[in-house]
């Protein structure tokens, strides 16, 4: 996107751009803007920018709104990504491994989930509606695992990540459909069908660097581009396993985020039996297949090696947590 197109939608001068993982920095006659550039359709984004709004609107000061052009749109468009600008907040970014950090994250979490009652997509937005789909999600993926095993085995000759990644898939899907059977004989589609009736969303990519910390010691919360409508019980349990993973896996730890939660909006037993059988399923298998085999990543084989290397190395510290974990 041209700085004349950017500066002529927003109204502002554009003095310098830098660059900072996926986005721009820009620094303008209107002070610092956050400048993205995103793939996805203006209609999920629509939902995007009403989920914020909404947040905003119910007090929830952790969120951020976005910038709107000159003309009242909510981004900008070439037909194939969507631009969008909103203030850029100096900070710091959160830690996991900082308790008080982790506790905050916590604490804002709830906050977020409750402030997203009530909630009502604009007509013309098209979200990611989650409720009672797990089930499906994880079947779909299962599919994915034996459609992986099917291409290794038409092969001719096997490659390094092949050889790593096949003897692993029958466990992996075995552990998956455990995961959907528990998840069908417990009390999830009730759960959801109550989260959906009180219009809950989920910030969907809870990772530490989407909570920040700014120079007043707020802490915001940003990137909501994965915004699903779904149960809390989603971003709690993502919240649990990424916490967990690269040789981690503390059953402590999971105690603490769990409690922690549950201090702000208590979790019954039947949504912990949930956030459980989440957690079971082989979400980082399934990814680094997914991203070998079909999105085929522009990454070389030291790469790919490296993810599946860090699946491997946590298998028996996950399935020795997963045991102590579903006795909680």
Same mark, same amino acid.
């Given at each position: 996107?041209?700085?004349?197109?950017?500066?002529?939608?927003?109204?502002?001068?554009?003095?310098?751009?830098?660059?900072?993982?996926?986005?721009?920095?820009?620094?303008?006659?209107?002070?610092?803007?956050?400048?993205?550039?995103?793939?996805?359709?203006?209609?999920?984004?629509?939902?995007?920018?009403?989920?914020?709004?909404?947040?905003?609107?119910?007090?929830?000061?952790?969120?951020?709104?976005?910038?709107?052009?000159?003309?009242?749109?909510?981004? +900008?468009?070439?037909?194939?990504?969507?631009?969008?600008?909103?203030?850029?907040?100096?900070?710091?970014?959160?830690?996991?491994?900082?308790?008080?950090?982790?506790?905050?994250?916590?604490?804002?979490?709830?906050?977020?989930?409750?402030?997203?009652?009530?909630?009502?997509?604009?007509?013309?937005?098209?979200?990611?509606?989650?409720?009672?789909?797990?089930?499906?999600?994880?079947?779909?993926?299962?599919?994915?695992?034996?459609?992986?095993?099917?291409?290794?085995?038409?092969?001719?000759?096997?490659?390094?990540?092949?050889?790593?990644?096949?003897?692993?898939?029958?466990?992996?899907?075995?552990?998956?459909?455990?995961?959907?059977?528990?998840?069908?004989?417990?009390?999830?589609?009730?759960?959801?069908?109550?989260?959906?009736?009180?219009?809950?969303?989920?910030?969907?990519?809870?990772?530490?660097?989407?909570?920040?910390?700014?120079?007043?010691?707020?802490?915001?919360?940003?990137?909501?581009?994965?915004?699903?409508?779904?149960?809390?019980?989603?971003?709690?349990?993502?919240?649990?396993?990424?916490?967990?993973?690269?040789?981690?896996?503390?059953?402590?730890?999971?105690?603490?985020?769990?409690?922690?939660?549950?201090?702000?909006?208590?979790?019954?037993?039947?949504?912990?039996?949930?956030?459980?059988?989440?957690?079971?399923?082989?979400?980082?298998?399934?990814?680094?297949?997914?991203?070998?085999?079909?999105?085929?990543?522009?990454?070389? +084989?030291?790469?790919?090696?490296?993810?599946?290397?860090?699946?491997?190395?946590?298998?028996?510290?996950?399935?020795?947590?997963?045991?102590?974990?579903?006795?909680?």
């Amino acid at each position: 996107m041209k700085w004349e197109d950017i500066e002529k939608a927003y109204g502002f001068k554009i003095m310098s751009e830098e660059k900072i993982r996926k986005i721009s920095k820009l620094n303008t006659s209107q002070g610092a803007k956050c400048f993205k550039r995103a793939h996805i359709r203006r209609s999920y984004f629509l939902f995007v920018f009403a989920a914020v709004n909404h947040l905003i609107e119910k007090g929830f000061t952790p969120a951020i709104a976005y910038d709107m052009t000159l003309n009242g749109d909510i981004c +900008m468009e070439d037909g194939e990504y969507i631009y969008y600008a909103l203030p850029w907040i100096e900070s710091r970014q959160c830690k996991f491994k900082k308790e008080d950090d982790l506790a905050k994250i916590i604490k804002l979490s709830a906050e977020l989930h409750k402030a997203s009652a009530g909630f009502i997509p604009p007509e013309a937005s098209k979200p990611r509606v989650y409720y009672g789909k797990w089930p499906e999600h994880f079947e779909k993926r299962l599919k994915d695992l034996q459609a992986f095993k099917a291409v290794i085995e038409e092969k001719k000759i096997t490659d390094e990540f092949d050889e790593a990644y096949y003897p692993l898939i029958d466990f992996f899907a075995d552990q998956g459909n455990e995961a959907i059977s528990l998840l069908k004989e417990s009390s999830y589609y009730d759960i959801s069908e109550k989260a959906g009736k009180r219009g809950e969303f989920c910030h969907h990519d809870m990772a530490e660097h989407n909570f920040i910390i700014t120079a007043h010691r707020e802490m915001k919360i940003i990137d909501f581009d994965y915004c699903i409508m779904d149960t809390r019980l989603h971003d709690i349990a993502s919240l649990v396993i990424r916490n967990m993973k690269h040789g981690t896996w503390d059953i402590a730890k999971a105690y603490f985020i769990l409690n922690e939660y549950s201090k702000h909006w208590t979790i019954n037993k039947e949504e912990m039996k949930v956030i459980k059988y989440f957690a079971i399923f082989p979400q980082d298998f399934w990814q680094v297949g997914l991203q070998y085999y079909v999105e085929k990543q522009p990454w070389d +084989m030291e790469n790919f090696m490296s993810r599946l290397n860090k699946v491997k190395d946590d298998f028996g510290l996950r399935q020795k947590f997963l045991e102590k974990f579903l006795m909680l």
